[in-house]
Structures are given as C-alpha cells and as structure tokens.
C-alpha cells in the first residue's frame, strides 16, 4: 500500500481526513510504501517525533485558544479584544454543534483533531506489530524502537485524557479504522474511558526508562506514566463523575456518576502516591519540590542581576522555579517546552511598556491569595479573622502580606516591576471600561512567567512552560484522596505546607488537622493559586460542579453587588478593582493618595448548566455517526 494512502484515507466517524502535517503525509506518493517505513526504525522515529509534536500542540498552557490561555475563560481572568475576541465568544457562548467552536480558537484540541492524532498513534503502533520494525541500529541504543512503542502507548492515552477533558463521554480508538468499517460507534463511560487510559500507560510504563537526562530529558518515562493514571483517576473521583448530578443530565452512562464510590478516591490516591514515591533511574525520589537553599527569604535580584528593582516583592526562587533547568527536571512531570515566542511579552505586558494586556487577572483570583495572619498562619481576606488582623480593603495588597506568590503573579495599582510603578489611575494603564480596550478593565495585569527585568523591545527571551503537570499538583490529588478517604492527619497536613514553604508562604492554621471541609478547603485554594495560569482552574472547576453547588449558589441569590465577597463561584460575575484618588488612601503613586474600590467588570459572561459543562460535538460528526449522543445542553 502506498503511504500517502494510508494516512488520507477516511477514517473514524469522527474525521473528515487524516491530519496532512505529518511525516508519511510529507512522503512521496510514488517512492515511499508502507512497508519501507515500516520496516525502518529511523523511520519509525519521525513518525513518534510528529506525534509529540502533534499531541504537545493541542495542550499548550499559554497558547491553549490560539494566543489567549483556558485561564481567559475560567474565573482566573478576563480577556481583550485582540484575536477575534475568543475568550469572549466562549463567555457569550457564541458557538455550538452548528456553528462551530470560535473562530481562530483551535489548537489541535478539537474532537475531530485529537482523533486525527490518535489514528497516527494507532497506525504506528500497527505498522510495527505488522512488518516487525527492527531496533536502533546505532551502537548502544539497544532498546529504542521499544522506548518508541511505549512513549506511543502513553501519547495515545494522553490524547484521550485530553479529549476526555473536554467532552466527557467518547469513544476509544485502539485500532485503525478502514473504510467500509462499521461507523456504529457509540460513547464509552468515562470511567470505562479512564480504566483504557491507564492500560495504555500501564503498557507504556512497561517499555519506557525510569527518566531521562540530556538530549532524551523531556520524552516520556515512567513518571509521566504514573503521572497520566493519577490525573484520570483523580477526575474520576470528583463530584462531575462521581455522585454529582447534572440538570437536564442527558450522558450515556449517568447512573455511573450520580453515586458516590469512595473506591474512586482510593484509587486517586494510591495513583498519586505512586507520582510522589517514583524512582528515577539510578534508583534516588525521581521527583522534589525546586527549593534552593541560595535563594532566600531576601532575594528579589531580577534576570539581569539586578536586586529590588520590584521593591522588594518578588523573590528570584518563584520566577525561576518557571525557568532554571533544575526546577524543570526537579518537579515538572510532563511539559511542553518553548510553549510561545517573545510575541507573548505583548499580550501580558501594559500599554506603558507597549503590551496589549490580553489576558487581565480578575477580582475573583486575587481573592483567593491569602494573607499572613499575627499568628504566623495563613488566612483567606474573607476570613472572620481577617480585620482584626489588619486587612484593609482600600489597601488590599500591602495592608497585610499577601502570599509571596501574588506578588509573583499580579501586577496591581502601585506595583513595582523594573524601577517602574504601575498607575492604573491615570496614564495608559489606568482602568479601561471595556474589554475591548488595550489597558486592562479590571484593574490587574499578568506577571506570572515574566522575568523581573525582561524588556519586550529588547527581545531575545524564550518563553517556557508552564508545565502541563508539575508534581504540587500530584501533592494536592494525593492529600485531597486521603482527606476524602479517611480524613486530615499530619502527613497530608505536612505535604501541603511544603508547597507553601518554597513559596515563603505561611502554613495552614492547626485547626485543619481536626477539620475535614476545613482541609478540602485549604487544598482547593492551593491548588488554585500554585496552579494559577496554568491551564487548570477551567477544567477544575467543572469537575466540581461549582457553578451548581449548593453554597455557591446561596452566594449568587444574596448578591448585592461588587462589595458582595467573597463572589460565588457560578461562573456568571466577574470583578475587579479599581483606585480611587483619597487623602487618607494608604497607597501613594505619584505623590498621590489612592484607596481601591472594587467594580463590577462587563465582559458579557454567561454559564448555563449542563452545557457549559463540555463542548459539543459537531454536527457533521453526529450525522456520519448517528449512533453517537451529543453532549448535554446541546
């Protein structure tokens, strides 16, 4: 058979055709067949290679829709104008099985794309079994062509989780389909779904090294292996897929997810101790939270070198816990390097430094940041405690301090970055009405990945990260399953705080250790905050079903306006702040006097249960698959 025919031709229900950018689609109709790749270990090769590239492109954190991050559609941010405006079509819910996704929006994560990516794995996989690759001929790589076999078990797995991720139920793919197959596919359960993900990376655990260094640093091992059961499991435990209840709940298999199995959780859990306790290949912990000893408590010196040009707020360890080499092989578990160009200083930086702020931090982020209590513990701003400790909301950011890792993340009125103070009351920074305009409308700006010291005009800077999975997040699924499990105890209390420990942040107040809810909610918030900007916050608040929670929901109907914090988590507010000139205001910018004041920000969003739970499947697929069911609310 010709190669080029193998990859074009119709494949599942779910394709119109195979995706043209990969490697057999590169190769001559006329010279190249099926058997001569296969029979080819360094052909072989490039195919896995297109496949990372394939499957990293539809999970980029900081590029996620196009040029704007999931966290532009979550409650983590609002979004501009720029690129079509897609954050605020997913907002308006300006898309559907008809219409389509929003334009421009589609990185390769789309149900027809990640299928496409799936059928390449598959046919690797097959061409191997069936003309017998050969090894690596090369002198001391003895095992590679199985390394190549296990890394495409993994990359199929994770190309499902990603699916799963979006849309729930699915179909798994674990052949290649023919023309003239029988099209009568129908959804699978999500947990039928999850326990074939872990099988894959079961198999792939099997075949691949326990880490990599060097050149091979960033392929899949072991650890990423147990990486992808831990975040399956843990989905499958949360409310979405175990014991919570849709409006209007049209999925295939809901009687699976409306009780509530505490096995689930169990699983979770061992899944994630299994992350924790992995082995690296000289037999050491394989992975520990990046922590240098040589920067302190002290040290806020910028990438050039330069000390406290951010007045003193942002230490060097959490910018370059983003950046150092050690900390990328230290805790990042799976990751996609060089995820933007230096284009991205744009879309972060104010119009002062000639950005276009595309992504604006909200209200309701910066509320979860908590701050450091007389007692030496960290509390929520909306704590009962919270005034008699000195939080002042006209002075919200200095009154008390805040979490280490606000400053590192948010740039706010009377911020300091580069010797520079920001003023989001007069100038090009000052706090837009709309959206639509280039300075931020609701009174923040990113931080979070930029370097003390970059200069967009200036150039020559790399953008990495963030990773798709870093091991905090594997620490918060294992402390939330054993607090589900059994409830809080020191070991799970200790694990917490040493996530907060690196960040110079406080510890938890005693009083979780004897308080179930009181630890979820600590865990919830940490994972929220270590996690922002991260590609996380919108799936994980689905999972949760918080727009629909009870609690949540109380918020919402007492709502009074933007004084009514702590905001429910409905999905349906959005908030900022903004200064307000005040000769008693704490805050001094420009010889000015400032209080903050918190708005209402307009940026039209909307969610509606069930649909806003998943994306819908397309039209076109449904009609070449009758047999499949649309997702709720579609």
């Not at 995820?339 to 119009?351: E, F, Y």
């Not at 005040?582 to 420009?590: A, C, Q, S, Y």
């Not at 806003?612 to 997702?631: A, K, V």
Request: glycine share 8%.
């Amino acid at each position: 058979m010709k190669i080029t025919k193998l990859i074009i031709k119709i494949g599942t229900a779910f394709l119109l055709l195979c995706s043209c950018d990969g490697y057999l689609d590169r190769m001559p109709d006329d010279k190249v067949t099926e058997e001569d790749v296969f029979t080819r270990y360094e052909e072989v090769e490039k195919l896995v290679t297109d496949l990372y590239a394939s499957a990293k492109s539809a999970n980029k954190p900081l590029i996620y829709l196009n040029h704007f991050g999931s966290a532009a559609i979550s409650d983590e941010c609002s979004a501009s104008n720029h690129e079509s405006a897609i954050p605020h079509q997913f907002h308006i819910g300006n898309y559907g099985p008809s219409q389509g996704m929003p334009d421009k929006s589609s990185c390769g994560q789309y149900w027809w794309d990640l299928y496409t990516k799936i059928r390449k794995a598959n046919i690797i996989l097959e061409g191997i079994a069936k003309y017998d690759t050969p090894d690596n001929p090369k002198d001391g790589r003895e095992g590679d062509l199985k390394r190549r076999i296990g890394e495409t078990y993994f990359l199929r797995g994770y190309l499902h989780w990603l699916l799963l991720r979006a849309y729930g139920e699915g179909a798994y793919m674990d052949h290649v389909v023919e023309p003239g197959d029988d099209m009568a596919y129908t959804k699978e359960s999500f947990h039928t779904l999850v326990d074939k993900i872990c099988a894959d990376a079961d198999s792939a655990y099997d075949r691949v090294d326990a880490s990599y260094s060097g050149e091979f640093f960033g392929r899949v091992d072991k650890g990423a292996c147990l990486g992808l059961k831990a975040i399956v499991r843990w989905m499958a435990a949360t409310p979405m897929w175990n014991g919570g209840a849709l409006p209007n709940d049209t999925r295939a298999f809901k009687d699976e997810y409306t009780t509530y199995d505490p096995v689930r959780w169990m699983a979770a859990r061992d899944a994630a101790k299994a992350v924790l306790d992995a082995k690296n290949v000289n037999g050491g912990i394989r992975y520990s939270l990046y922590a240098p000893s040589n920067m302190g408590e002290d040290d806020f010196k910028d990438v050039d070198g330069s000390a406290n040009t951010n007045n003193g707020k942002v230490r060097e360890r959490l910018w370059q816990m983003f950046y150092n080499m050690d900390a990328i092989q230290q805790e990042w578990v799976w990751f996609v390097t060089r995820d933007k160009d230096t284009g991205w200083s744009g879309d972060v930086l104010p119009p002062s430094q000639n950005g276009h702020a595309r992504q604006r931090p909200l209200q309701e982020q910066v509320d979860e940041y908590e701050y450091i209590g007389v007692d030496g513990y960290g509390y929520p701003i909306y704590a009962d405690r919270a005034g008699s400790d000195g939080y002042d909301d006209g002075n919200p950011y200095e009154s008390v301090e805040r979490d280490p890792r606000f400053y590192r993340d948010i740039r706010y009125h009377g911020s300091w970055y580069g010797g520079t103070q920001l003023n989001t009351a007069e100038g090009s920074d000052a706090v837009s009405s709309s959206y639509q305009e280039t300075s931020s409308h609701t009174g923040y700006y990113l931080r979070k990945l930029y370097k003390d010291g970059w200069d967009k005009n200036k150039g020559s800077h790399v953008i990495n990260g963030p990773a798709i999975w870093r091991l905090p997040a594997f620490i918060y699924i294992y402390s939330e399953a054993v607090n589900q499990v059994s409830g809080p105890n020191q070991e799970i209390y200790d694990l917490v705080n040493q996530v907060r420990e690196r960040s110079f942040m406080a510890p938890m107040p005693p009083a979780v250790m004897n308080n179930a809810n009181l630890m979820q909610e600590y865990i919830r918030r940490e994972r929220r905050v270590e996690l922002f900007y991260e590609n996380d916050r919108y799936w994980t608040s689905r999972l949760y079903m918080e727009p629909d929670s009870e609690e949540e929901l109380t918020k919402e109907r007492t709502y009074t306006g933007a004084n009514s914090w702590p905001y429910a988590k409905t999905l349906r507010f959005s908030h900022g702040m903004k200064p307000v000139e005040d000769p008693n205001g704490k805050i001094v910018v420009n010889g000015k006097n400032y209080r903050m004041e918190r708005i209402v920000v307009n940026d039209g969003r909307v969610f509606s249960s069930p649909r806003s739970y998943f994306w819908p499947i397309m039209q076109d697929e449904l009609t070449r698959c009758p047999s499949l069911i649309q997702n709720p609310g579609w």
